[in-house]
């Protein structure tokens, strides 16, 4: 539910920054559109600060890069249609690449966020200050966790 409402209200707004994205040629302020993006995602369904990017990429499932490049030649061909228009020529209708990605958000419990967000708090047996991560688990505490 909580993807689903982000993706009702927070990414039409991106959709209207694509053009600009695509064109834009300074790559720290891609980084930073990207980064608000996430940051927005990790807000809506409650991910704490340190969840690494490629796990949040994943869960989003909205790549701005390649949504940015499906936009801008779906307009260059609608822009060539209206410019021949008075043509006899067929249209060419608009093709987009659209890849069905799988949902990993679908059947999330809120179990599933406390454990996402448990891998970047501190660990409370270790004096010392370390993540919780599987490395640190398994090294320190001999505890053993599977991948996702």
Request: aromatic share 10%; net charge positive.
């Amino acid at each position: 539910m909580r993807k689903n409402l982000w993706q009702v209200f927070i990414i039409p707004l991106y959709e209207f920054i694509l053009p600009l994205y695509f064109h834009e040629q300074s790559e720290t302020r891609r980084r930073k559109l990207e980064l608000s993006l996430r940051n927005s995602f990790k807000s809506f369904t409650g991910l704490k600060k340190g969840v690494k990017t490629k796990l949040i990429n994943d869960l989003m499932g909205y790549d701005l890069s390649q949504r940015s490049k499906d936009l801008q030649e779906t307009s260059e061909q609608k822009w060539k249609f209206r410019e021949n228009r008075n043509s006899n020529e067929q249209p060419i209708i608009p093709q987009t690449k659209y890849i069905k990605q799988t949902n990993l958000c679908k059947y999330q419990l809120k179990i599933m966020i406390k454990y996402i967000n448990m891998q970047t708090s501190l660990c409370p047996k270790c004096e010392e200050k370390y993540r919780c991560s599987k490395e640190h688990l398994k090294m320190a505490h001999s505890i053993e966790i599977e991948d996702l």
